[in-house]
């Protein structure tokens, strides 16, 4: 169904955004057991529905190879029951989260009696702008609901069927549990209009969460008019300290980079310092996996293999098996060098000197900073948070992965006993 022959996109958005905006009052209200109900019903609905998710996900993978879409872009949107099974179970994990809503951050009480607490509650109304990956449908949907949110969905148009099909089997799953099918709405379209008129849905919705390439996320930064919670790029560093221990630095760098290459958390460049007394090993072990390393003149020098790297190689999000490797005067020469090319995602040192990291973990301004663990951990799932919603860099708000915490504000609750001000 493409709605967009009916009505506006600007109409069917504030029609969505009006009945989720109920829905979400209603949310708000629910106790933990009730929106863990809902998102197990949900799950169950997903698993009776597989046959028709999979059918559905069958004819997106067919027009995706037939329309030319690239291997890797090929594996993200296909479904088969294992993957669809951890899509289900991933719902049930948000399920088992502790529930942030209501917990009292802090306790205070004035000198003339007035006893002030700041409470967590939901954000309200979240719309999730995504492509190609349909768990994502069911992951965000999940989250918005147990974080007593209302979640509008809009997914690419190369996973339309897929998107349909799983968000049918989620919001009967909410119903058949009492809850509200409004809390969690599929934009029942892939016209592009509609992704405009959700940015422009200022009191529609409050917040979007994009998820997907750079282009989507840059769009959305440019023309949102409501609150945005995004990363653009995932330029991360490893840095390997003089200090280092050489086999965890050499298992930490391939690792980083090359356990997978796609995703936001992968290094994008390895910094060592040139206390570091053999970087060759590290070189090479990466060189042979198979990955394309671009290095200064003190870098080529020391592997055969490393191709000169010119200077956008350091502002470079890769997403590929391409490693740009610089040396670097210390702690302070990796510092300035990713304050000056990183993108505030994740950044890693590796060294035995406790003094060193904590500098540099005082030092880098990054949403995600680690000490000798590998950058591939920056995501939700492995913080324990659960599924996530997304990876944000900025400031404000939430930092790193996303999770039931990151969507949710607080209110000030003040408690008196007749108190007038002078």
């Known amino acids: 169904m493409d709605m967009m022959t009916e009505t506006s996109p600007e109409a069917l958005i504030a029609d969505m955004g009006a009945r989720a905006r109920a829905a979400a009052v209603t949310l708000a209200a629910l106790p933990t057991a009730r929106k863990a ?3 197990r019903a949900a799950a169950a609905e997903m698993r009776a ?3 028709a998710i999979l059918a559905a996900n069958a004819q997106d993978v067919a027009a995706g190879a037939a329309n030319g879409l690239s291997a890797a872009l090929l594996d993200r949107l296909r479904l088969d029951p294992g993957r669809l099974e951890g899509a289900a179970a991933g719902v049930e994990a948000v399920a088992a989260l502790a529930d942030p809503v209501g917990e009292v951050i802090s306790r205070s009480e004035r000198p003339n009696g007035l006893q002030l607490s700041r409470v967590r509650v939901p954000i309200g109304v979240i719309g999730i702008i995504y492509e190609s990956r349909p768990n ?3 992951d965000a949907a999940a989250l918005c609901v147990m974080s007593g949110n209302a979640a509008i969905l809009r997914g690419g148009s190369e996973a339309a069927h897929s998107n349909r099909a799983i968000h049918a089997a989620f919001a009967a799953g909410l119903e058949r549990a ?7 709405q599929l934009v029942p379209t892939t016209d592009r209009a509609a992704v405009g008129a959700m ?3 200022e009191g529609a919705i409050d917040l979007v969460v994009p998820r997907g390439g750079k282009s989507l996320v840059a769009r959305v930064q440019e023309e949102a008019r409501v609150p945005v919670l995004a990363h653009l790029d995932g330029i991360n560093h490893t840095y390997i300290d003089g200090a280092a221990d050489p086999a965890m630095a050499r298992d930490l760098a391939v690792n980083a980079k090359m356990r997978r290459t796609g995703i936001c958390g992968a290094t994008e460049t390895l910094l060592i310092d040139d206390a570091f007394a053999d970087p060759a090993p590290i070189l090479s072990a990466l060189a042979d996996t198979g990955c394309e390393l671009r290095g200064d003149a003190d870098i080529r020098a020391l592997e055969p293999r490393v191709v000169a790297a010119n200077a956008g190689d350091w ?3 890769y997403l590929d098996s391409i490693l740009s490797v610089k040396r ?3 702690v302070d020469g990796a510092m300035a060098h990713i304050a000056a090319h990183g993108s505030h995602h994740t950044d890693a040192i590796v060294t035995e000197d406790a003094d060193a990291a904590e500098r540099f973990l005082n030092g880098v301004d990054s949403a995600i900073v680690m000490w000798n663990a590998s950058t591939q951990f920056a995501d939700g799932g492995e913080f324990g948070l659960g599924a996530e919603i997304g990876i944000a860099t900025g400031r404000l708000h939430a930092r790193g992965p996303v999770a039931l915490e990151g969507l949710t504000t607080y209110k000030w609750v ?3 006993s007749g108190q007038t001000r002078p």
């Open 315 to 317: 502002d470079t999000e």
């Open 328 to 330: 670097v005067d210390g």
């Open 136 to 138: 994502v449908t069911a």
């Open 178 to 184: 009492g809850l509200p099918a409004d809390a969690a």
């Open 49 to 51: 529905q597989a046959d």
């Open 414 to 416: 003040v408690r008196g």
């Open 37 to 39: 109900e809902g998102l």
């Open 199 to 201: 940015l422009r849905a």
